[in-house]
């Protein structure tokens, strides 16, 4: 049996990362301070916001030059254990 590899990635590299929070109207703001914990150049100005069809959630695409994978792996733990986050791609 062999184990799946995960895709490979050439560093540096623009990266979207996707995530989904309830409507809050600090939401933004919160989360794009984890992102530029992680990644100093991001800029908020960039941030893709969608709301759901019913009002209730927003999704936010952070696109972050990314340098490593590590960095990536940092940040998507960092977001992932924010209580504002309900799902991450």
């Not at 990644?39 to 030059?65: H, Q």
Request: hydrophobic share 35%.
């Amino acid at each position: 049996m062999t184990t799946p590899q995960q895709p490979v990635l050439e560093f540096p590299l623009d990266f979207p990362v996707k995530v989904m929070g309830r409507q809050h109207p600090e939401l933004e703001d919160q989360l794009s301070a984890v992102v530029r914990e992680h990644a100093p150049d991001f800029d908020p100005a960039n941030v893709e916001k969608r709301a759901s069809s019913g009002g209730k959630y927003v999704g936010l695409t952070f696109t972050v030059r990314a340098n490593s994978r590590e960095q990536l792996d940092n940040l998507y733990r960092a977001l992932h254990g924010h209580p504002m986050v309900v799902y991450l791609l």
